[in-house]
């Protein structure tokens, strides 16, 4: 069973990493500095091997700052991306949220 959860763990993360690839190329992403800089950092955190699920979490956010600023618009190489971090960031926020409700229960 864990064989097969780390196997999961390195799909996911290689599927992000080359959504990251191929929004970091797109020409939409590289005409908006903002947006380039997003996805750049995240490029690069993820081949510096650092935690997979925080990334996605810090992406998501930024991303949905971004849309706030840019009439809720995104390239579909970033829109892509988008679909694949945020099921991981939603199950990391609700993990957090149910520690803090526990915490002020007892």
């Not at 750049?40 to 991303?63: H, P, R």
């Not at 190489?77 to 926020?93: G, M």
Request: with cysteine.
């Amino acid at each position: 069973m864990a064989l097969s959860h780390t196997k999961l763990i390195m799909d996911e993360r290689n599927k992000t990493l080359e959504l990251l690839q191929i929004a970091i190329n797109d020409k939409n992403v590289k005409e908006s500095s903002e947006l380039f800089k997003l996805i750049s950092d995240s490029l690069k955190t993820m081949k510096a091997g650092k935690e997979y699920t925080l990334i996605c979490v810090k992406l998501s956010n930024s991303i949905s700052k971004y849309l706030l600023g840019h009439q809720f618009r995104l390239p579909d190489s970033v829109n892509n991306l988008v679909k694949q971090i945020e099921p991981i960031a939603q199950k990391y926020r609700g993990r957090a949220s149910i520690s803090m409700w526990a915490n002020k229960l007892f």
